[in-house]
């Protein structure tokens, strides 16, 4: 192999392994846990029969922030695809910095 087709297959192996990294990272949720907004000290709490994202929005929304917006926030967090939830399911309620209720 020539020194130009060396250095084209380490290109292409380099171009590929940060494909590989960007495609893991958007997998695994990395940049949801950098996009910040909400603080590390996240309040888990186990769905009772009853239990809606809307109540818990009236619970844990801090102040100014509307049900709505928790309530997407919550999903995002959750990986919920709806707004539904089941009884004995963990859900993690976001904190937010400087909230206050």
């Not at 809606?52 to 919550?74: I, K």
């Amino acid at each position: 192999m020539t020194r130009r087709g060396r250095m084209l297959l380490t290109a292409i192996a380099f171009l590929l392994g940060l494909a590989v990294a960007a495609a893991a990272l958007l997998v695994f949720g990395i940049p949801a846990a950098l996009a910040g907004g909400a603080d590390d000290d996240a309040v888990t709490v186990t769905v009772q029969e009853g239990d809606t994202l809307w109540g818990y929005a009236e619970e844990y929304a801090p102040e100014g922030m509307s049900p709505h917006e928790f309530v997407v926030e919550a999903r995002t967090v959750n990986q919920l695809p709806t707004g539904r939830v089941s009884v004995g399911q963990e859900l993690e309620m976001p904190v937010f910095d400087g909230a206050s209720r």
